[in-house]
């Protein structure tokens, strides 16, 4: 039986260890929060006292963690042996954090001059995602390594994409979630200017939802309350999404443009928009709950 040390049981990282256990997999988990960890071991999961006990024995270290530094602070160690000191030789090491392109590539060499087997696997899907085990898997690495992790991936998720080597499921990752905070300012903006049009959120979004405008930020994700009942606007815009992970994923694509060089006027206006709505309420709102800072900003024209 597979062993997997999962390490951050946080909002995604719980119910992905849950849906690991309930596909039989033995699941040894540690968080820094015991809050996280009683909340984990009432799912079936295994609680180490340590990251580095929990990698111990371990067939894969799967990592989900807030940002690359933590990810690799975990993988070296601080004043306990790290992930890769704590695993044996050739362990498979998965991490489904969202961080930087350089920080993946970079964690990836540390676990390759460790002995390891390295992937970078970010997901899509958000916490509902994670309840219900159809999360998007974005998985950077070598391939036989991809092969090996597919059936605990497979456990966790509903589509899962191999992308290239090493750091391209973070890319993967990165251009997704800029496509998806253009969009889905887009389709805010058009919500307001319906309503100062006087068209109904019902035909707008009968209209769009069949026609050139129709999008994931509209048929599933639709700002406004009513088209979409299972939207988060329809449940006071509890994430879902939470606006202040947007604003990271966009700061990570803010960080690769300047570093390519490329020309994204789009996704540059979409970070700052969201950097500004997660400094305020948009810190615990999904990040449709952005139309209600351009309903605010249009009032004040």
């Not at 024995?57 to 004043?79: C, K």
């Not at 992970?245 to 979409?270: F, P």
Request: net charge negative.
């Amino acid at each position: 039986m597979t062993t997997i040390a999962f390490v951050g049981l946080g909002h995604m990282g719980r119910p992905m260890a849950a849906n690991l256990v309930r596909s039989g997999f033995t699941v040894r988990g540690f968080d820094l929060v015991p809050e996280l960890c009683e909340e984990a071991r009432a799912a079936g999961v295994d609680i180490a006292g340590s990251a580095g006990d929990a990698a111990r024995d371990a067939d894969i270290v799967l990592t989900m963690l807030p940002a690359g530094r933590h990810v690799l602070a975990a993988y070296t160690g601080g004043d306990e042996p790290g992930l890769l000191s704590s695993a044996r030789p050739g362990t498979l090491f998965l991490d489904c954090s969202t961080i930087a392109v350089d920080e993946a590539r970079s964690a990836a060499e540390l676990a390759v001059a460790a002995g390891h087997r390295p992937l970078d696997a970010p997901v899509s899907g958000g916490v509902v995602g994670a309840e219900k085990g159809t999360l998007a898997f974005m998985v950077g690495g070598e391939a036989a390594d991809f092969d090996a992790a597919l059936p605990a991936l497979e456990a966790m998720g509903g589509r899962i994409v191999h992308c290239g080597g090493s750091g391209l499921g973070q890319a993967a990752k990165v251009c997704n979630n800029m496509i998806l905070g253009i969009s889905q300012i887009a389709v805010a903006e058009a919500f307001v200017l319906g309503e100062r049009l006087g068209l109904s959120h019902q035909a707008l979004f009968d209209v769009a939802s069949n026609a050139s405008g129709q999008c994931w930020a509209l048929t599933t994700n639709c700002p406004v309350p009513g088209p979409v009942p299972t939207s988060p606007a329809n449940n006071d815009y509890k994430p879902g999404f939470a606006g202040a992970l947007m604003a990271k994923d966009l700061g990570l694509a803010e960080q690769m443009i300047s570093l390519t060089g490329v020309d994204a006027q789009l996704g540059l206006l979409a970070q700052q928009r969201y950097a500004d709505f997660a400094a305020g309420a948009g810190a615990q709102q999904d990040f449709s709950g952005i139309i209600n800072t351009i309903r605010a900003e249009s009032a004040e024209a």
